[in-house]
């Protein structure tokens, strides 16, 4: 008869530490099943169970369970940090709060979350918060932006790998040195090994330059060095697999890999000085190496650059480079030599790369600064290139 009345038993709510489906509760006719249906079934029991006599009321608290949710009441005491995961679901950030006692169920935060169409907005982060609070209190505090602690460090654009290591570590405080012994193998950091192909036959020593996705991270509590670089690369593989690179670049780039694209993108974050030029400097580089231009190669300074701060030694302005710095044949950057550079010069951003897997058409062979926003004047000749560099001269960029 009880079965009859569907009192709706589902699995006993576990304060037990589990997780729960994606959901956040189970639903019958579009409708959530919630309070009101469950104090109902609890009243229907409590008159059947009255009918059989008063014995069948021990064990009461027991049974309540079953038909309430187990929550606290309030904003709780004391003091707790929890983290929220990259990625976590509510069902997941259910489960971090019950671990660290800060609700009394996991369903208790789940059905708040379900009730408040705001927890959708839920960061992952640090949030300092109370032990014994409300499924509600928590979903509130969690909103609440002066309860998330904040650790994150930015990394700009085109910075070197070298450079990335000195920022994470002026915010870490983690060794310079532990960061260039945990890059020392970019495969084991979650660089799929087939990035490191060319086309060209060149031999590819495996670098993590490139891969160091340039964004803005919150730093976990006891990080490492080898876990702040992963989360910079599992955040490059998602960002490169949102864009479909490495696919695109296949199809559409004649032949090159999506590794040679990625070395063509670092050079036109390092070399544009306006995002709406990205896509034509990238251009420029594909015809230099691969089009009409005689040596087939960069010519491009940054290169130079970028081998002089490898080396420990001061970079310097175009201008300002010596002969024997600009044609250094020690230098594996050598701008130069033939084909692209062993690997990319830096870390690019997400316009840079989708600039290199689709630039725009034209015969670009130079550029040049003629402005003082950093757009570039475009050309195919050199003589054409020669009228722009004296624009650039009248407006006093060079």
């Known amino acids: 008869m009880i079965d009859d009345l569907d009192l709706g038993f589902d699995e006993p ?7 729960h489906r ?3 509760v189970r639903k019958r006719n579009g409708k959530s099943g919630g309070r009101g249906k469950t104090v109902l079934a609890l009243l229907l029991a409590l008159v059947l169970l009255g009918g059989i006599g008063g014995g069948a009321f021990y064990g009461f ?5 079953y038909f309430v949710t187990p929550d606290y009441e309030g904003a709780g005491t004391g003091e707790v940090n929890v983290e929220i995961k990259q990625g976590a679901l509510i069902a997941d950030m259910a489960v971090a709060l019950y671990d660290a006692g800060v609700i009394k169920s996991t369903k208790a935060f789940i059905e708040a979350a379900e009730e408040n169409s705001r927890s959708k907005n ?3 982060g640090l949030y300092k918060l109370r032990k014994q609070m409300s499924g509600e209190s928590a979903v509130a505090a969690m909103l609440d932006l002066k309860n998330r602690v904040v650790n994150g460090v930015t990394i700009p654009e085109g910075r070197t790998a070298k450079n990335v290591y000195k920022l994470l570590s002026d915010h870490t405080k983690i060794p310079v040195k532990d960061f260039e012994a945990a890059a020392k193998d970019p495969i084991a950091l979650g660089v799929p090994d087939w ?3 060319r086309s060209d036959n060149k031999k590819v020593r495996p670098s993590i330059e490139g891969f160091l996705y340039p964004d803005t991270y919150e730093i976990p509590p006891k990080a490492t060095a080898e876990s702040i670089l992963k989360l910079m690369v599992d955040n490059f593989l998602s960002v490169t ?4 690179f490495a696919d695109r670049v296949q199809k559409e780039r004649g032949g090159i890999t999506p590794y040679e694209a990625m070395i063509v993108a670092s050079l036109a974050q390092a070399e544009a000085g306006n995002k709406d030029d990205l896509g034509k400097v990238a251009r420029v580089a594909y015809n230099r190496v691969y089009g009409e231009f005689p040596c087939n190669c960069l010519e491009m300074d940054v290169t130079v650059n970028y081998y002089l701060e490898s080396v420990g030694r001061p970079t310097k302005a175009s201008k300002d480079m010596t002969d024997a710095e600009l044609d250094d044949p020690k230098n594996p950057y050598n701008r130069k030599l033939r084909g692209l550079p062993p690997t990319p010069i830096n870390n690019p951003g997400k316009l840079a790369m989708e600039g290199a897997m689709d630039p725009p058409p034209g015969k670009w062979l130079f550029f040049v600064a003629i402005d003082k926003e950093g757009h570039s004047a475009f050309a195919d000749t050199y003589p054409q290139h020669e009228r722009n560099m004296a624009r650039a001269r009248e407006a006093g960029i060079i």
């Open 122 to 124: 839920i960061q992952p």
């Open 241 to 244: 697999g949102e864009l479909q």
């Open 13 to 19: 709510e576990r304060g037990e530490k589990g997780r």
């Open 61 to 65: 608290d027991r049974i309540q369970s």
């Open 22 to 24: 994606r959901s956040f």
């Open 195 to 197: 990035w490191f192909k």
